[in-house]
């Protein structure tokens, strides 16, 4: 009698200590949102953030260039924006939010000229950086990095 009631003295104290762990780690804050969506009802659009003018230095394996670019909400659809002055070009881009921090973007301009990237924007210091590759036909011509702040 007294193994049997040890042995269900630990299996309830198992059960509790398993209860309190698993309901501890949920909350309201385990949200997972739609893609371009975040905050704790999901409707806050994460594009957003990225809306307005950025002003900032860009390093590319061919020359270094100061500038602004915009970044625009779309009207196709709520998780697109239009990304433009890339290259400090006017070269115009499209593109899609990949989660509550970043998008991926392409675009095609005159003479056979392609670029595509990604942008990410770091929530704790609101710098923007925007990786990507200017291509002319199939040959890449070359590979830029713009770090930048809103204005």
Not at 70 to 97: K, R, W
Not at 119 to 146: D, I, P
């Amino acid at each position: 009698m007294k193994k049997a009631r040890l042995i269900l003295s630990a299996s309830l104290l198992t059960i509790g200590a398993f209860s309190a762990v698993t309901f501890s780690s949920c909350s309201k804050d385990d949200v997972t949102c739609n893609v371009g969506y975040e905050g704790e009802d999901c409707k806050t659009l994460s594009r957003d953030k990225f809306i307005g003018s950025w002003k900032g230095t860009e390093d590319c394996t061919i020359g270094d260039d100061n500038y602004n670019i915009g970044i625009a909400a779309s009207s196709n659809n709520e998780i697109t924006i239009i990304y433009t002055n890339v290259y400090n070009d006017n070269y115009t881009a499209t593109g899609t939010m990949t989660g509550t921090n970043g998008f991926t973007f392409s675009g095609t301009a005159a003479g056979g000229v392609t670029f595509n990237g990604t942008a990410t924007l770091n929530s704790s210091t609101g710098m923007l950086t925007v990786s990507y590759k200017v291509f002319t036909g199939t040959t890449e011509t070359n590979a830029c990095t713009f770090n930048g702040t809103k204005l």
